[in-house]
């Protein structure tokens, strides 16, 4: 399996449930992030991990917790989230090079009721 | 100033014609400019990229054009296809920091191509 992956593909939650999203890198990258992406809203970067290590969080509320247990994977823990964090959530990944290109996976649709 | 603008929103063509897309930033430190393809139910992925080293670069029937002074950058499809129907986004980031990926991101625009 090649390229980004993200499970699930959808997800509702009710907002006082605790669920996590997860992200897989088959491209040897060093650099993952996540995405927010909302209708009629830019893409807002949310985190960034360099090797493992946090190196951004874009004052994201603290009711979304990332974690990188390693280069190739990624997860956001989600928990007592808002009716307004329903979104798709998109994982990327990059070279650590200047300029180099991220590569999205398919994103998780998230419906918060 | 982090901000990129991107017009038209959405946008209508027949097959052939040459749709063009808008985005101006404010940020003089940005340095690098990628446009992003999105399709349905699939996330973004690189269409073609620019440094301010450059006025215009090609790809296939895709072209960018760059206005340094005006702080302007503009994506051409030329004999646009129904297949690239899709959303497009332009990007911007500067080379500095260690936060490579921190692309600054557009609203996006619809396009849709009638056969």
């Known amino acids: 399996e090649t390229g980004v992956t993200q499970t699930p593909r959808h997800l509702v939650m009710g907002m006082t449930n605790k669920k996590s999203l997860k992200c897989e890198q088959h491209?040897?990258?060093?650099?993952m992030y996540w995405y927010k992406q909302s209708a009629k809203k830019p893409l807002e970067l949310m985190f960034v991990y360099n090797f493992k290590e946090q190196t951004e969080n874009n004052s994201v509320p603290s009711r979304f917790s990332p974690e990188c247990p390693n280069s190739s994977h990624l997860f956001l823990h989600l928990h007592t989230l808002q009716p307004e964090d329903s979104a798709l959530y998109l994982c990327?990944?990059?070279?650590?090079?200047?300029?180099?290109?991220?590569?999205f996976g398919n994103g998780t649709r998230l419906t918060v009721t | 100033q982090q901000q990129v603008k991107q017009s038209p929103q959405s946008l209508i063509v027949q097959k052939g014609g040459i749709p063009i897309i808008n985005c101006a930033y404010e940020n003089t430190a940005f340095d690098y400019f990628p446009w992003y393809q999105q399709f349905p139910g699939k996330g973004p992925a690189l269409l073609i990229a620019i440094r301010p080293d450059v006025s215009e670069k090609k790809e296939g029937r895709f072209t960018i054009s760059f206005n340094k002074s005006a702080k302007q950058f503009s994506l051409h499809i030329m004999d646009s296809q129904p297949g690239d129907s899709a959303t497009y986004f332009c990007a911007a980031s500067s080379a500095g920091g260690t936060s490579y990926g921190k692309l600054t991101f557009g609203q996006g625009t619809i396009l849709t191509v009638h056969p």
């Open positions: 491209l040897g990258h060093n650099a």
């Open positions: 990327a990944s990059s070279q650590e090079q200047v300029n180099s290109p991220l590569h």
